[in-house]
């Protein structure tokens, strides 16, 4: 299996900043994409950021100058810069990997367990 472990969530005041990061490990044969979704308190997950293998990014419109996503292919590990944080960016965050175990295993989406985000006013 493939283990997903997040780390770098928090409370945090408004304007200030936070890094995430996610460590991939377990039975990897190779990984795809990588990103961030989130979840607010009565809401439903949305995507924040996601890296390709070649370092292609994209991001959702509401962080996009605020946060970077970047990886870290040798390392297993992507990370999310969250910069001028505002209290909408109050949510988990979860890590999301797409890759394979094997050779001819099939692509498939792991998950983190999640990281909380706070940002007070």
């Known amino acids: 299996q493939v283990q997903l472990v997040e780390s770098g969530g928090g409370l945090v005041q408004a304007g200030g900043s936070l890094r995430l990061s996610c460590v991939a490990s377990?039975?990897?044969?190779?990984?795809?994409?990588m990103g961030w979704y989130r979840q607010a308190p009565g809401k439903q997950r949305e995507l924040v950021a996601v890296?390709?293998?070649?370092?292609?990014?994209n991001y959702v419109d509401s962080v996009k100058g605020r946060f970077t996503i970047s990886r870290d292919n040798g390392k297993n590990t992507v990370y999310l810069q969250m910069d001028s944080l505002k209290t909408e960016d109050t949510a988990v965050y979860y890590c999301?990997?797409?890759?394979?175990?094997?050779?001819?295993?099939?692509?498939?989406?792991?998950w983190g367990q999640g990281t909380k985000v706070t940002v007070s006013s």
């Open positions: 377990g039975s990897i044969f190779s990984i795809n994409t």
């Open positions: 890296i390709t293998s070649g370092g292609r990014t």
């Open positions: 999301n990997a797409n890759g394979r175990r094997y050779y001819n295993d099939y692509s498939r989406d792991y």
